[in-house]
């Protein structure tokens, strides 16, 4: 048995009032740790946390609640300079957790994808999704804190996503941060997810408020003008599903999966790779809401479009549904074009209306483009079509940094710990939030101002 020896440190502490999450009826429940009292200096052994595998919450056994904290073997030794923050990421699919300090520099990552078992069944099943959360949460939170020989008690916050995305999923993050957060008596920083992916691009990039976020993944998509830490106008959001739901459902139905080059891929990627063999005016599809002059968007007709497309074309190629169709990598390239050119007219009205009320900066605004889908380079491309038509600068994290990551989290638990917003001493009734919208929504004044959007050459 392995046993770790940590010096207890002391965290600092914003002066009240504490801000605090809205709360949902989603409840999740937690253990209540017994106190560590002694006086500085004092060495403990602890043992570690382990979370029981029953459905629903977390019921750790009280007998080996402290078992986490004892697989760290380090010696207590030069203290930190800057303030540290552990980030945890469970909201969909990924187990991930990233400490970051307050330079931005990253002194410990760890991730574990759960895509390939999820490519088996077709798509995410929340209690299997949940089950690989508990699975790997506690070695994946180990693996971060290890890289850098970072004890527990070194850390001024943990950080963690409780808001939006998969309940089952949430759940897993925060009943297993909340435990920690109880054992080493740090303060605890509920993030929202979406913000993270917003802010990412400040710890790669130096960027200042205000700024134009483009958010488009497998589960969201959003266009918000970001103020401040906290502060997001939500211009518009998909009506329906996400794009990188929409393209996940196209190659499902394509059965790339089936295909050799493909076989490994996520929908999205796979579509992105079939898309370069491909061409794109082979078929003719008009882009969704193309009369609405908002800044809203929606998928679901375009995958229903594509869906009709396909089964014409097994028709006539005689084949049954489940088989490689010869256009594939056509209709690949064509759904992939139009998804990036609704993209760019919902966003280019975004510029303009941030611009028409001063939100904006006329020259030099910046455009921060994130999220999973962010990360596909023909859709990068057309964006910058659209920021050098309008004198904007596109700003994109890292491909690595797009996806779902502990990275952005615990980033964004260092912004809010140098904000001061958001930081958390009492956790008693902190609560995971399924759905939860970004900011203060203005996308009404956005189709009240009836912008007219010039026609722009796409030429990709």
């Known amino acids: 048995m392995m046993v770790c020896t940590w010096k207890l440190g002391s965290s600092s502490r914003p002066s009240p009032p504490y801000s605090r999450p809205e709360t949902s009826a989603s409840q999740v429940t937690w253990v209540h740790p017994a106190a560590f009292l002694a006086p500085k200096g004092i060495i403990y052994r602890v043992s570690m946390l382990i979370l029981n595998k029953t459905a629903g919450v977390f019921k750790p056994s009280k007998r080996k609640v402290y078992e986490f904290l004892r697989s760290f073997n380090f010696h207590p030794g030069t203290p930190f300079l800057h303030k540290i923050v552990l980030g945890i990421e469970t909201s969909c699919d990924d187990t991930a957790a990233a400490v970051v300090d307050e330079t931005g520099n990253v002194l410990g990552e760890a991730i574990h994808s759960q895509t390939e078992v999820h490519l088996k069944t077709g798509g995410i099943i929340p209690p299997v999704a949940q089950q690989l959360h508990r699975e790997n949460i506690q070695r994946i939170v180990q693996e971060a804190l290890s890289a850098n020989s970072i004890s527990p008690s070194d850390l001024s916050a943990i950080a963690t996503t409780i808001k939006p995305g998969l309940a089952l ?29 917003a802010l990412t691009i400040r710890l ?4 200042e408020f205000p700024f134009l976020v483009l958010l488009i993944s497998g589960g969201h998509c959003l266009l918000a003008l970001v103020q401040g830490v906290s502060d997001f106008l939500l211009l518009g959001k998909s009506l329906d599903i996400a794009p990188g739901d929409m393209l996940d459902k196209v190659a499902r139905r394509l059965s790339l999966i089936k295909h050799p080059e493909c076989s490994t891929m996520s929908g999205g990627k796979a579509i992105e790779h079939l898309a370069k063999q491909g061409n794109r005016f082979h078929f003719d599809i008009t882009p969704p809401l193309k009369r609405a002059k908002n800044c809203d968007f929606s998928f679901t007709g375009l995958q229903h479009l594509i869906n009709k497309i396909i089964i014409q074309k097994e028709k006539e190629e005689g084949i049954e549904q489940g088989q490689i169709l010869s256009s594939a990598a056509d209709i690949a390239a064509a759904v992939q074009h139009i998804t990036a ?4 007219k ?15 900066p006329q020259n030099n605004a910046v455009l921060v483009a994130s999220g999973g ?8 491309r ?19 940094l797009c996806t779902d990551n502990g990275i952005m989290i615990a980033w964004n638990g260092i912004e809010r710990l140098r904000a001061g917003v958001g930081i958390l001493h009492d956790i008693e009734d902190i609560r995971y939030e399924p759905k939860c919208p970004l900011g203060v929504d203005i996308s009404k004044e956005v189709e009240d101002a009836a912008i007219k959007v010039p026609r722009l050459k796409m030429n990709l």
């Open 373 to 380: 889908v962010a990360s596909n380079f023909y859709i990068r």
């Open 341 to 344: 050119c609704h993209i760019v």
């Open 169 to 197: 999923s949430l759940g897993v993050g925060l009943s297993f941060s909340l435990q920690l957060v109880g054992q080493l008596k740090k303060p605890f920083i509920p993030i929202h997810h979406m913000e993270a992916h």
């Open 204 to 207: 790669t990039s130096k960027v």
């Open 382 to 400: 057309a964006l910058e079509i659209l920021t050098n038509a309008t004198q904007c600068t596109l700003l994109c994290p890292p491909p690595r």
């Open 346 to 360: 919902r966003t280019h009205r975004a510029i303009l209306f941030c611009k028409q009320r001063n939100l904006l």
